[in-house]
């Protein structure tokens, strides 16, 4: 997203209805369609704020000093929980929906709400960053009006862990929200929300929650659960209620040697399946992958080995969020006597909030500020940089590209890609290698060596989770609709009932009782999209559009006509941009000729207004199409005077 200086303000009351995703049916699994249920429309204020200052590292971290939030007022977990069978007793009558608003269409825009009764809690609430098919639009974010619309009932906000695909929607929900709804996670993921909350202006009641707390927000009582991701502070979610008891896992692996000692919590979900599983959901990113996810520590080894024999400067763009790789980074860096850059909007913020809040170790003398690297030999610095997906403004890109302001590249550099491609990014990764390949750089990436795993569990883990949970019924969420049926097959075969496995589309609902699972009425859902400093104004038609516009260019008419005597004032003017041929003199004569005679049939038919504008439109695709078979966006302008 453009930051600028200004405080705009946005006014969105008009009723205009944001971008809905289209949902399909699949009836081989029984997916009811997630349409809306009606023509809703939400009154919506956007105040955009957007800070412009250079992000920097904050010098001499005292770790006595160490920053902390409010802490969430917690109870007994294991007192609660283990000695009564349960916190919480089922009533009869109580009905609890699950209602996920987004995170099944995509890798991305995760948020899932749980209603029972008078209270509802919503657990994360993400974005997904746009692809080809997305011209001009900086963030995605999952269509939230039902939350909006029962926002008496939201009692509290759970982040299960810091990474974009489960808070960047955070701002603009709380911007929306009438009431500060406290917002529950680890102390990383607190920072990190609050990094978000600054540059948007935004105030909210940040709560702190350790693995192994339990709260109680309305008639929820909530567990918080280890578990190991490439992020430190990743927390699962134990809800019970009246109607019974959820497992919702958050993004999770069992790295056996993880990084910062962290392992996911087997005994707390052990214990769950005691109190009773009536419904999981469960982490499906990597359920098409049929082995054990490898640890992050093996890509330490692979970093170590690499920084050790380069001969120039190392370059390595990751997740800003991959706070492990950022850590195992700094370690190779300066055990081979090499200081750190780091560069990057996004990977300045982090670094700076991980070390503040004692989850990044690197000491000052170890960290040089890029505009003092001309200063370095190449061979006594590694550059921490974002870029990893290709993005084209990201820091790599800038300097694949020559364009970066400090950080020149040079042949015998080496960089390392540190990080898979999001589906859809593969072709913008591909470019900017090719462009580091063309410099003369040794580029390394998966493909090479093992620079990158997945935070995210594979076939094998799941089917364990599941064994230990033991849960009644199952729901996949977190992925796209491959990894969604293929995390069912894995939940079949542990010996979960086919029917009581559910493949749920955004805006779906399901329903929970004493008396077992089923599926309910669909809500509202959708995307909205952020474009520039808008937010929800732009369409599905204006991106269609757009694409057009790329694709076959723009033609204009303009003219003005004298309706009174039936003839025209002055020439016609034609322009035509992103045509093949329209700067071609032949061209865009006989366009000229040509829609000149057919104004005049035009209005020789008396032919006014929007009739005789489709006349001229008509006209002009004939033509364009008869001598460059594109059809471009053709706009008309009649004055009359």
């Not at 009764?117 to 657990?123: E, F, T």
């Not at 330490?300 to 492990?324: D, M, P, Q, Y």
């Not at 290709?390 to 390392?416: F, Q």
Request: proline letters at 4%; glycine letters at 8%.
């Amino acid at each position: 997203m453009n930051t600028t200086n200004s405080k705009e303000f946005i006014d969105l009351s008009n009723g205009k209805p944001s971008g809905k995703a289209a949902q399909s049916k699949d009836a081989s699994n029984g997916v009811q369609p997630s349409a809306a249920s009606g023509n809703k429309k939400t009154r919506r204020t956007r105040h955009v704020t957007l800070e412009h200052e250079r992000p920097h590292i904050t010098r001499e971290v005292d770790s006595a000093k160490k920053e902390s939030f409010a802490k969430a007022r917690t109870r007994n977990s294991r007192k609660s929980s283990v000695n009564k069978g349960g916190a919480v007793k089922h009533k009869s009558d109580a009905l609890m929906r699950i209602i996920p608003l987004g995170g099944l269409d995509g890798i991305g825009k995760n948020m899932t709400a749980f209603e029972c009764g008078d209270d509802m809690v919503l657990i994360d609430a993400g974005l997904m960053f746009p692809d080809d098919g997305h011209p001009g639009v900086d963030l995605i974010l999952p269509d939230y009006t039902y939350v909006l619309e029962n926002e008496h009932k939201l009692r509290g906000i759970l982040v299960t862990h810091g990474h974009e695909d489960h808070t960047g929607s955070l701002p603009y929900l709380m911007k929306d929200l009438s009431s500060k709804v406290p917002i529950y996670a680890t102390k990383l993921t607190l920072g990190l929300i609050e990094g978000k909350f600054q540059e948007h202006r935004v105030k909210a009641r940040l709560q702190e929650i350790h693995a192994g707390d339990e709260i109680k927000l309305g008639s929820f009582v909530i567990d918080f659960f280890a578990v190991n991701h490439s992020i430190p502070g990743a927390v699962g979610v134990f809800l019970q209620s009246p109607a019974g008891n959820i497992l919702h896992t958050g993004d999770f692996k069992l790295d056996q040697t993880p990084i910062d000692g962290i392992h996911t919590d087997f005994g707390a979900m052990a214990r769950f399946s005691k109190i009773g599983v009536d419904l999981m959901l469960s982490d499906s990113t990597n359920a098409m992958k049929t082995t054990f996810t490898p640890s992050e520590a093996e890509v330490g080894k692979a970093l170590r080995s690499i920084i050790e024999n380069a001969k120039g400067r190392v370059i390595i763009a990751s997740f800003a969020s991959h706070i492990h790789r950022l850590q195992q980074i700094a370690d190779a860096a300066v055990a081979n006597g090499r200081k750190v850059v780091v560069t990057g909007r996004s990977m300045i913020q982090n670094t700076d909030i991980a070390r503040r809040l004692g989850y990044l170790h690197i000491q000052d003398i170890d960290l040089i500020d890029a505009y003092d690297l001309k200063d370095m030999p190449a061979d006594k610095v590694v550059i921490m940089c974002t870029g990893s997906q290709g993005e084209p403004l990201s820091a790599l890109s800038r300097i694949a590209n020559g364009e970066h302001r400090t950080i020149d590249i040079d042949p015998g550099d080496t960089v390392i890609i540190s990080a898979t491609p999001v589906p859809g990014n593969e072709k913008a990764v591909t470019r900017v290698v090719n462009s580091l390949s063309k410099i003369g750089c040794e580029v390394y990436d998966k493909s090479r060596a093992m620079v990158h795993v997945s935070g995210h569990a594979g076939s094998e883990e799941l089917k364990i989770v599941m064994s230990i949970a033991k849960p009644k019924a199952f729901m996949p969420v977190h992925g796209e609709a491959a990894h969604l049926r293929a995390h069912a097959r894995l939940a079949e075969a542990v010996g979960i009932p086919h029917d009581n496995i559910f493949v749920c589309d955004n805006g779906d609902t399901l329903e929970l009782s004493p008396s077992g699972v089923r599926r309910g009425e669909p809500v509202e859902s959708g995307i909205v999209y952020v474009d520039g400093l808008s937010v929800g104004d732009t369409t599905r038609d204006v991106l269609s559009e757009r694409t057009q516009l790329s694709n076959s260019g723009l033609a204009s008419i303009s003219v003005a006509i004298d309706p009174a005597h039936g003839r025209s004032c002055g020439d016609v003017i034609i322009e035509m941009k992103g045509i093949t041929g329209g700067d071609v003199s032949e061209l865009r004569a006989e366009a000229h000729d040509r829609i000149a005679s057919a104004l005049q049939r035009g209005m020789d038919k008396n032919e006014r207004g929007k009739s005789l504008e489709k006349h001229l439109r008509d006209t002009m695709y004939s033509l364009l199409w008869e001598k460059t078979k594109q059809r471009p966006i053709v706009i008309v302008s009649i004055i009359e005077v």
